[in-house]
């Protein structure tokens, strides 16, 4: 089976990077952490861009080890830089006709490319006559045309707006399914993890602590610290129907139905559910007399303290243990409540949304 | 209190006075300001030694000794550099100065006479320097630049007398001035060279000195400027350029003198 | 003023024409290469060669052309090796001009080369070479096109102050006409021999080339910048 095997360890400046890790080489593997932590430096040590020590074996292929170190221009890897980066000599089928003349195999072919991003309109312009969404959609396409083995993505949503941000996600996540090229994607923001990735390695100062399904690693307690405000789960869904009447949807999930502003999906299509750690409240008995629609059994599993005033509880599905929300609570009430290990509870989610 | 140090200051100030003399001669001197001698470069060294024997002579006087190439002399006193006299290489720029209304033509002195010597890594001694010339054992022959330099005037002369121009003038190296001619034989780029004398009075190295009949007198005119017409002790000078004293220094230098 | 004079001026405009011409191309050379270095590279010793290299820009021409005078000469470290081994004269020759005049005007090419390539964007390089770019073709395809200022001006520069140079020939040169004698020199001596007329001539047709050839310039590399990134 293909994997991508990391083993690498090196110094910039005061900074020490110390990765270690296993991913199979198919879909999206997230590269999450903080700004600081490490994940652009070990994007840019995978493509050969910065030199450091250890092994990277790429499908079986020595990309580098003790003895060998191959330079960026062999490794067959396509990237694509936060500012794009695109030639600025040449127009965007410059830049395309460069890739491609370069390129060893020509498994991805340009018109492929234009007609998948919508470039047709940009081909003749030059770089600084693109807006900063046209940019990263033609730096995506050029690193597509090189046919590369592995795709590496540094934050390429980072310096977008909203909009932007949102149709080159729309095309990020039909990637795989339009061009079978696994993924690299490095992040700081939830969201784009909820929406792409298969798998997440969780990156934090320099080392790698988890790789594991984003539904499970953000379920983890110490993720959730780490986030702070962000301390958010991921649920995983089906939509079941939708209700016109009061413009709701209703969504399938391990937990119950879960109910949702209405959405445009159609009914059977899957979904990610993001449920944040400070939308969640505990109920120790099923509550009626709420505005809450979205009330469910849980089992208390572990909680930890994250502020002086407030401590985080992890909430296990009963149907499927493997899954499980946060909950972000006052210590007063946890204790209150009794809130320990096994302690049967009622989730109520306040606030939720989907993808 | 105040009044202590006032008659203490006056007190001081009679006695300085009636410590004072009457002007004397080196005082005048000084009060002038020095005399400026604008030199060719080849006679710099001698001018100078000539400069502190004149002060010598006359106490309290000062002079300044100003070296370069006749030519670029010659343009800045036309164009009104302070200079009070001019010891030019050769005869025609004094001559164009006095003329052009820069110098006092009657002041017109023949200072020294430039003598031709050929040296150089290519001459042994007892050999006479027309053989060596002849035999042409060399790759580079330097001269100072005929087109500037008297010297290189001279030494154009000798050869087209020697009727050796013709077969030597390919390996001529031009310096700007007899100065750099020399240099490059120092530095042996040029393994012969015709040089002034007065650059290799001390060296040991064999030398061919030139007979002067084969060439016309490098003739060197000194000329009293314009503005050395105000200065007192300027005439003293050119008159002290040609005293027996200075004519000794002058020749003891490597110049020949009337 | 006779045709011969002319003739002789004529002779040193050429030799000066050609000896700047070579001295660009063999500035080129040799600039360029360091010039990526010192851009690129990530020695230490960088700052050290810099310096050397900016050293012509603060000696004194006469001072440069002495200590060249020694080297070069029959009896110098390198002069004397090079004719040992068979080789011409170097001092009094159009090599040992072209010597010369190379070590005068280097940092006046080297200076603006590094600086265009400084001036590149650095991920631009890294892009090309996740494209498959390998070093060669990275220079080619993105470090040239991208330092066209800095190329065009290193040119003119280099030739520019080659025509313009005086103290390291004077030292070096010999005065030989068709050989080492330029055009700076041929101006000097008309001066000298008080040929004012002929000087004029010169020096202001000498005056009408370099404006020229900088006014071209400077409006080619002001077309130049609008194409910026």
Redesign the interface.
């Known amino acids: 089976m293909s994997t991508l095997e990391i083993a690498i360890r090196g110094r910039r400046g005061s900074f020490e990077l110390a990765v270690e890790f296993e991913a199979p080489l198919t879909g999206v593997t997230a590269i999450f952490g903080r700004s600081g932590s490490g994940k652009t430096t070990l994007l840019r040590a995978l493509?050969?861009?910065e030199r450091m020590r250890g092994r990277v074996v790429v499908g079986g292929r020595v990309w580098q080890d003790a003895g060998r170190f191959l330079?960026?221009?062999e490794?067959l890897?396509?990237?694509v830089?936060q500012?794009a980066?695109?030639?600025?000599?040449l127009s965007v089928r410059g830049n395309l006709a460069?890739?491609r003349k370069?390129?060893?195999s020509q498994r991805v072919s340009p018109p492929q490319v234009v007609d998948w991003l919508g470039l047709h309109d940009l081909l003749d312009r030059?770089?600084?006559q693109l807006s900063g969404g046209e940019r990263q959609r033609a730096a995506l396409a050029?690193?597509l045309v090189?046919s590369p083995e592995l795709l590496l993505m540094d934050e390429p949503l980072a310096s977008l707006d909203l909009s932007a941000r949102d149709a080159i996600l729309g095309h990020l996540e039909r990637l795989h399914d339009e061009l079978a090229v696994p993924v690299l994607y490095v992040t700081h923001a939830t969201d784009e993890v909820a929406r792409l990735a298969d798998r997440v390695a969780w990156i934090d100062q320099g080392r790698v602590r988890s790789v594991a399904a984003p539904e499970v690693l953000f379920a983890e307690l110490e993720m959730g610290a780490a986030l702070g405000d962000d301390a958010a789960a991921f649920v995983p869904a089906r939509v079941l129907r939708h209700d016109d009447t009061y413009h709701l949807s209703e969504l399938e999930t391990a937990w119950g139905v879960l109910f949702v502003p209405r959405l445009t999906a159609v009914v059977g299509a899957p979904a990610r559910i993001r449920i944040r750690a400070r939308d969640v409240s505990i109920a120790l008995g099923r509550e009626h007399k709420t505005s809450i629609l979205n009330v469910f059994a849980a089992r208390v599993g572990e909680l930890l303290p994250v502020s002086a005033a407030e401590v985080l509880v992890r909430l296990c599905c009963p149907a499927a243990p493997e899954q499980a929300v946060l909950a972000r609570v006052t210590k007063k009430s946890a204790d209150a409540m009794g809130l320990g290990d096994g302690l049967e509870v009622y989730a109520c989610v306040k606030g939720v949304s989907v993808r | 209190m105040k009044a202590h140090v006032f008659s203490w200051i006056l007190w001081l100030a009679a006695v300085a006075a009636g410590c004072s003399r009457p002007p004397s001669e080196a005082d005048t001197n000084r009060a002038l300001g020095p005399v400026r001698l604008a030199v060719a470069s080849n006679f710099a060294g001698t001018a100078e030694q000539l400069a502190r024997a004149f002060e010598q002579q006359h106490p309290g006087a000062k002079v300044e000794v100003s070296a370069g190439a006749s030519g670029k002399l010659y343009a800045q006193i036309s164009h009104g550099a302070p200079f009070h006299i001019f010891l030019s290489a050769d005869v025609e720029r004094p001559q164009k100065l006095a003329s052009e209304g820069h110098a006092v033509a009657s002041s017109r002195v023949h200072y020294a006479l430039g003598r031709l010597v050929l040296v150089g890594s290519a001459m042994k001694a007892g050999l006479d320097g027309a053989s060596v010339l002849k035999q042409g054992n060399f790759k580079h022959l330097s001269i100072a630049n005929p087109k500037t330099a008297p010297y290189g005037v001279a030494a154009q002369q000798v050869l087209t007398k020697l009727g050796l121009w013709e077969q030597l003038e390919p390996r001529l190296v031009r310096g700007e001035n007899i100065t750099q001619a020399y240099q490059f034989v120092t530095s042996g780029g040029a393994e012969l060279g015709f040089v002034a004398l007065s650059s290799v009075l001390k060296d040991k190295g064999p030398r061919w000195e030139v007979p002067p009949a084969f060439h016309a007198p490098i003739q060197q005119d000194a000329v009293l400027l314009t503005p050395g017409t105000k200065h007192a002790l300027a005439d003293d000078f050119m008159a002290f350029l040609e005293s027996a004293e200075a004519k000794t220094m002058i020749r003891a230098a490597g110049y020949g003198t009337e | 003023m006779q045709p011969a004079a002319f003739a002789s001026d004529g002779q040193a405009v050429l030799l000066t024409l050609r000896l700047a011409g070579v001295v660009t191309l063999a500035l080129l050379g040799i600039g360029t290469p360091l010039a990526l270095w010192l851009a690129f590279g990530r020695s230490r010793l960088r700052v050290v060669v810099e310096a050397i290299v900016a050293l012509p820009l603060v000696l004194p021409p006469t001072v440069l052309g002495f200590y060249l005078l020694v080297l070069l000469g029959p009896r110098g470290p390198v002069g004397g090796c090079w004719e040992a081994l068979g080789g011409e004269r170097l001092v009094f020759s159009f090599t040992g001009l072209v010597i010369g005049s190379v070590v005068y005007s280097l940092p006046f090419v080297v200076q603006p080369l590094a600086n265009g390539f400084r001036s590149i964007d650095r991920r631009v390089l890294e892009a090309a070479a996740t494209l498959g770019a390998r070093r060669f073709d990275r220079f080619l395809t993105v470090i040239l096109p991208l330092s066209r200022n800095g190329l065009l001006t290193a040119v003119t520069l280099g030739f520019a102050h080659t025509v313009g140079e005086f103290g390291v020939v004077l030292m070096l040169g010999g005065n030989i006409p068709g050989r080492t004698q330029v055009l700076s020199i041929a101006v000097y001596d008309h001066v000298e021999a008080i040929e004012y007329g002929q000087a004029h001539v010169l020096s202001a047709g000498m005056l009408a080339f370099s404006f020229t050839v900088l006014l071209g310039v400077y409006l080619t590399t002001r077309r130049f910048d609008v194409v910026g990134p």
Do not use: I
Not at chain 1, 85 to 89: D, G, Q, S, T
């Open positions: 493509a050969g861009l330079p960026p221009e490794r890897v396509g990237y830089f500012e980066a695109l030639l600025p000599h460069y890739a370069r390129a060893k030059m770089p600084s050029r690193a090189r």
